[in-house]
């Protein structure tokens, strides 16, 4: 299993980002894909999840109405578009099967102006 989130990067208050999460390794079309976040000094936040066929999703309190979660199943692939960011956005992101104990790198996102 490989999972390599991308996307991250500095962005003023306000702002979007969209991260994007390539796998391989498994039958990606076969689960469901979760979107988690750390911030330092605080523990792993599950922020979205979406179902394996792409009709469901589930938000966060905190990213609801924020945060879209999306898959392409043809290019084993999840994204997560990030609007309104705020200070309290900033961790790093990480994406995850569900069920699946395997972990990317993640990507950084820092929210600051």
């Known amino acids: 299993v490989q999972l390599v989130e991308s996307g991250g990067g500095l962005v003023q208050p306000g702002g979007s980002l969209r991260l994007s999460c390539a796998a391989s390794?498994?039958?990606?079309?076969?689960?469901?894909m979760r979107w988690f976040r750390q911030a330092p000094r605080k523990e792993r936040e599950l922020v979205a999840r979406i179902s394996s066929s792409g009709t469901t999703t589930y938000y966060g309190d905190s990213v609801e109405g924020r945060f879209t979660v999306s898959r392409d199943n043809t290019k084993n692939a999840a994204y997560l578009q990030m609007n309104s960011l705020g200070p309290d956005d900033t961790a790093v992101y990480y994406c995850n099967g569900l069920g699946l104990g395997d972990w990317g790198q993640g990507t950084q996102v820092t929210v600051s102006s």
């Open positions: 390794g498994f039958a990606f079309s076969s689960y469901a």
